[in-house]
RNA sequence: GGAGGGGUGGCAGAGCGGUCAAAUGCAACGGACUGUAACUCCGUCGGGGAAACCCUACAUAGGUUCGAAUCCUAUCCCCUCCA
């Protein structure tokens, strides 16, 4: 594969080296492209399914970075057309589908996500945003299946690993996802078209998309684009990355503190380190395999690093710090930090009093009456950092003087304030 | 349209008239050990209640039975094969 090969590109030898590529249509090919002309126009597309991107998304936009970097132009394509059909690559089942006013407020927020990671305003290789609804929603179904149907061939198509698995456990695919490759492919052609895009990066499960829309620009335009893919980053414990305790971790502050993201990344596997310090950081690669070979308690400093640097990136400098410091405050010395995730409580919800289980559902920390009892017994749950002993501890009015502090196990602390307001 | 198979907890998957809030595995949660790690070990894992106990659940709606996830009927959905 690529390995064996000489790769002269700048941007190309970065990629390779930091564990970015997982495949490439023709790496050859687009390296010595690549060599003598360096403003590399490529594309990254996201489908509006949610309000934000996750950590798992980070990857390819980090490709984009080192694109841009290195004097290329990246494109971000939001799905607002795409996402009204759901992509079946690798899903078991279909997905939902969403309201148009639903992806419509997600292509609004996902939009907000990209500014801080890609320059869109310097020339000359500002990045640029698009959106696929405003060419999809032209076509018109006789004449796109005239001109492009024609070019897509079934068997070639049920051959792609991304349904085939579908189509081997026996579970149904709706022709309506059927017809996602294809969109995805004229986005390609509409996006080389119109912008000289040549190369489309993606997951590893995009290839038989990707590789779908390189077929459909050479047939129709005679012109030979790339894809290049990344591999599907998982976590040491072999989760796909991007959720953790069964939350995503979203970039998007709205969605998830700066702290908690922080904490995410401060609690990576050992063996992951220095996977992740080349994957999302821009430290230089020989740092990240020295803070990624530390031993022992020293690894945490590297943890630290990590946590500090994605944070700085994704939030800024000054929430870096402040989660570093509510950390240092809740896991040394104990403390209570306002930093920490924060529930408000009316003064209504506490008349004439509270029990103590009733206020760790409000805080988030558990979902049930039941799960606050079981955790209390288990020795789990803690008030001001003193261990509660009974469920049917009562708190008023009196108790919420400043804020107080749950916490559920060692890692989870959350701050209840009493609503401040009229 | 016809024939057959199937729909069980977050997922996978047992159960096929009572002992079923439902085996087992995974995931999740808490504890011990540690380094805010991993591994390992222990415990928990539908909801309400201080508790006795009660409520809701095995696709949906009815029925048979002292008793139903388990039997019957209808409906919906999925899969396979045939037309």
Known sequence: ??????????????????????????????????????????????????????????????MLRWLQKFGGQPITLIGGGTTRIGDPSFRSEERPILSIRNI?????????????YLNYKNEPNKALMVDNESWLTELNYLEFLRDFGKHFSINRMLSFDSVKTRLDREQSLSFLEFNYMLLQAYDFLELNRKFNCSLQIGGSDQWGNIVSGIDLIRRISNKHA???????????????????????????????????????????????????????????????????ALKGQQINDAKILLANQITELCHGKTASMKANTTAVKVFQHGEIDFNLPTQRISLNELKPMITISQLLIKSGLVSSGKEAKRLI????????????????????EKDFKSPIKLSAGKKRHVLLKLETDQ
């Open 1 to 62: 594969m690529h390995k064996d090969i000489e790769i002269k590109s700048e941007f190309l030898r970065v990629l390779s080296s930091r564990g970015f590529i997982h495949d490439c249509t023709d790496i050859k090919g687009l390296d010595s492209q690549q060599c003598i002309n360096k403003k590399l126009i490529a594309y990254v597309g996201y489908d509006a399914t949610a309000q934000s991107l996750h950590v798992g998304h980070l990857v390819n936009i980090m």
């Open 104 to 116: 419509n407020s997600n292509v609004v927020s996902l939009r907000t996500i990209f500014n801080k």
């Open 226 to 292: 790339f894809g290049l893919t990344s591999p599907l980053i998982t976590t040491a414990d072999g989760k796909k990355m991007g959720k953790s305790h069964g939350k995503a971790i979203w970039l998007n502050p709205k969605l998830l503190s700066p702290y908690e993201f922080w904490q995410f990344w401060r609690n990576t596997d050992d063996s992951d380190v220095t996977r992740f310090l080349l994957l999302y950081t821009e430290l230089p690669y020989d740092d990240c395999i020295k803070y990624g």
């Open 377 to 396: 017994a288990e020795d789990g749950a803690r008030y001001n950092d003193k261990l509660i002993t009974s469920p049917n501890l009562q708190l008023t």
